[in-house]
Nanobody
Framework: QVQLMESGGGLVQPGGSLRLSCEAS????????MGWYRQAPGKQRELVAQ???????NYADSVKGRFTISRTNAKKTVYLQMSSLKPEDTAVYFC???????????????WGQGTQVTVSS
């Protein structure tokens, strides 16, 4: 059974930094893209950043220049380094992985349980 375990959320002041981590576990044959989404109260879930196995990245315009996504393929882990945080970054952040696992016949999206990030003074 595949699980995505997130860590690193919390409360930070505006202008501060946080680092989120997400590790995939289970019998995983291959991982395609991994990424982070977020959902603020009353809003739809949105893509924050995504990274492919080859290292290609994609960022939401609102976080470009402030957030950096990276991954360790061997450890099946993705990170999100968040800097210059703003109150509007407050949301639940979800890890996502598109992967092929035992018991499935194709690549499937999996989600973490979410971690709260609150930016407030």
């Amino acid at each position: 059974q595949v699980q995505l375990m997130e860590s690193g959320g919390g409360l930070v002041q505006p202008g501060g930094s946080l680092r989120l981590s997400c590790e995939a576990s289970g019998t995983i044959f291959d991982i395609n893209a991994m990424g982070w989404y977020r959902q603020a109260p009353g809003k739809q879930r949105e893509l924050v950043a995504q990274i492919t196995t080859g290292g290609a990245t994609n960022y939401a315009d609102s976080v470009k220049g402030r957030f950096t996504i990276s991954r360790t393929n061997a450890k099946k882990t993705v990170y999100l380094q968040m800097s210059s945080l703003k109150p509007e970054d407050t949301a639940v952040y979800f890890c996502n992985a598109n992967l092929w696992a035992r018991g499935t016949s194709s690549y499937t999206d999996y989600w973490g349980q979410g971690t709260q990030v609150t930016v407030s003074s």
